[in-house]
């Protein structure tokens, strides 16, 4: 009976650790679907503009009303694109999204960066 006891311990740590194994790399997959610099920003209190692909067009109204009202804003809609253009006020926002399935990648706004030898717009 002792050893039976002692299996079950045993398989059920294992069980946990695989379980805290797939919450990571879910995490992980978050953070890679957009730039480290974006988070970096965000965690230092900057907003940031993103466009955002989605797996279709009908998934967008869907993965936008599951984040927290006034982090995020919509600046511009393709509506004939699975894409948005959208303003994150926070890391919590950006992760709340990314974590959807049916989105698939955020890009940064390489705009807001000027070329070099050309003014800022």
Do not use: H
């Amino acid at each position: 009976m002792g050893l039976t006891a002692g299996l079950l311990r045993n398989r059920i740590l294992v069980l946990c650790l695989a379980c805290l194994g797939v919450a990571a790399c879910a995490g992980l997959a978050t953070q890679d679907k957009a730039p480290q610099e974006v988070w970096e920003r965000l965690a230092r209190g900057e907003a940031q503009s993103l466009l955002v692909q989605f797996d279709a067009v009908a998934s967008k109204s869907a993965a936008l009303s599951a984040l927290p009202a006034g982090e995020v804003e919509v600046l511009k809609d393709y509506a004939a694109l699975p894409m948005m253009y959208l303003r994150f006020r926070s890391t919590k926002a950006l992760q709340g999204l990314l974590a959807q399935p049916s989105v698939v990648r955020a890009y940064a706004d390489r705009r807001e960066a000027p070329m070099p030898g050309k003014p800022a717009q």
